[in-house]
């Protein structure tokens, strides 16, 4: 999809997934949107990990230096999406999603200061046998991967979302 921007809108209250076996559309087409879908995500995800090692840099979104609301605007601008560029703002995308249903490309959200809500985010890079990881900007290291079950954000995790990866 280069060069075609595609606007991930806001998940509507009482929306379906089209990729449900109770969609009103032909299972061929479901198939074929479903595997767009997999490779725009395989696309996003190639693209953040390609940031890795990219030191941290408050409202950064460039190789020299990102956060981590930056690291994903960046990327999903890169395969021609459109997020907006807050963690706050990002966490209405899409539909929210229990940890067990949490899938590559999905939005993972963390409140890591008391009190301030919604401050952090990264993406699902892999999720099997209960194991997630995901990748974000830390101040520390910068870009990099993480695992969800690491104590700091097992504690501060507060909500996963899918955003739609296609109209």
Do not use: W
């Not at 998940?11 to 089209?18: I, V």
């Not at 559309?25 to 996003?44: G, M, S």
């Not at 590559?104 to 099997?128: M, R, W, Y």
């Amino acid at each position: 999809m280069p060069g075609k921007k595609t606007k991930i809108a806001k998940a509507k209250k009482g929306s379906k997934n089209t990729h449900t076996a109770k969609s009103n559309k032909p299972a061929k087409e479901v198939n074929e949107e479903t595997r767009l879908e997999d490779e725009i995500i395989e696309q996003v995800i190639r693209l953040t990990k390609s940031y890795e090692g990219t030191p941290y840099r408050f409202g950064g979104s460039s190789r020299s230096g990102m956060d981590c609301s930056g690291l994903l605007t960046t990327c999903f601008n890169e395969a021609g999406l459109q997020l907006p560029r807050s963690s706050t703002e990002q966490s209405t995308v899409g539909q929210e999603v229990s940890l067990a249903e949490v899938k590559p490309g999905d939005l993972i959200f963390f409140s890591t200061e008391k009190g301030k809500g919604i401050n952090h985010v990264g993406l699902v890079t892999q999720a099997a046998d209960g194991e997630i990881t995901f990748i974000h900007s830390t101040v520390s290291k910068g870009v990099m991967e993480d695992k969800l079950s690491t104590p700091y954000y097992k504690r501060a995790y507060v909500k996963a979302r899918r955003p739609s990866y296609i109209n």
